[in-house]
């Protein structure tokens, strides 16, 4: 772990292939210079039995790598299986538990626990009250501006920040599946073919613009968000702990030149450029960050 701050990977959002799945994380845990990792399914629950036969195998890699594991709940809990599969996690928690779920919280409650960036926390009174049942961390949202993040990181007492600084930002999760539907399928006999997006499907405007990213149950942007130039604000107001989102790209490159920019071995220009050809096609944006559409990209300082 660097004092610069902690790298923390975000569960992968999207449905890949259960060996492709697990060779991610044995990489990320052999060559990713990352701290914490998060596991688990947080879209989708039909796409749990995917990835269960590999999961404590890529967990005990990861740990033998050195790295700290979350487990990530559910993002959205309606059916009785659901609330039977969270049960059993939070039942069977070595690991911290990362709420997506207000439901969650029931049974975390009093022991110690993170709350992920699908949680509503946009002030530092609610993070009061998160960290009063029991949390350790917060991911913010991603769509809060840095003034609020400030606030939040100075006032928010006995618990540690998160920012998610790389990534498709998860705007909403439905009972629903669009993606389903926009290929002829409903949500019950979906055919798992979100599976056929490793990067999310792209939503376009009537006039052709692109718009949205779907992903199973899940609408995200279309713009991937990112922080590099405003890390020394974040620093300076206490937030030590910054949040990379898998996209379909190099990863392990991702975390490479994240640590980098931390450890002040490059600039933010250079980061920004290297990232872009790691993950080409895809515009960043960071205009949440300034109170403006989440869409936009703003340079700092303009």
């Not at 946009?122 to 998160?130: L, N, P, Q, W």
């Not at 590099?228 to 604000?233: D, F, G, I, V």
């Not at 290297?274 to 703003?298: D, M, T």
Request: proline share 6%; aromatic share 6%.
């Amino acid at each position: 772990m660097s004092g610069n701050g902690q790298l923390v990977l975000g569960p992968i959002p999207y449905l890949w292939e259960p060996s492709v799945w697990r060779d991610f994380y044995f990489r990320i845990a052999d060559e990713a210079p990352v701290d914490t990792v998060v596991v688990g399914e947080v879209v989708c629950s039909k796409r749990l039995h995917f990835h269960a036969p590999h999961e404590e195998v890529v967990v005990n890699r990861l740990k033998d790598a050195g790295k700290s594991v979350r487990r990530a709940g559910l993002g959205l809990t309606t059916l009785k299986r659901e609330r039977q599969h969270q049960a059993k996690l939070l039942e069977n928690a070595v690991d911290p538990i990362e709420a997506a779920d207000i439901s969650t919280l029931l049974g975390v409650s009093g022991r110690p626990h993170i709350i992920g960036p699908m949680m509503n926390t946009y002030s530092a009174a609610t993070a009061g009250v998160y960290a009063a049942r029991g949390a350790k961390l917060i991911c913010l949202p991603p769509e809060l501006p840095l003034a609020s993040i400030e606030e939040i990181a100075r006032h928010a007492a006995d618990v540690e920040i998160e920012v998610l600084v790389f990534g498709r930002t998860p705007l909403a999760i439905s009972a629903r599946c669009a993606h389903a539907r926009a290929k002829g399928h409903t949500k019950d006999d979906c055919r798992f073919v979100c599976g056929e997006d490793p990067d999310g499907m792209p939503v376009r405007t009537l006039d052709g613009q692109d718009f949205l990213t779907l992903n199973g149950v899940q609408t995200m942007s279309h713009t991937c968000h990112l922080v590099t130039s405003e890390l020394p604000r974040l620093r300076q107001a206490g937030v030590l702990h910054f949040r990379l989102s898998p996209q379909n790209c190099d990863m392990v490159g991702v975390t490479r030149i994240f640590r980098s920019l931390l450890d002040g071995e490059t600039t933010s220009a250079e980061a920004k450029s290297q990232l872009e050809a790691v993950y080409p096609n895809v515009p960043f944006s960071n205009g949440f960050l300034y109170g403006r559409e989440g869409a936009k990209w703003i340079n700092a300082g303009a």
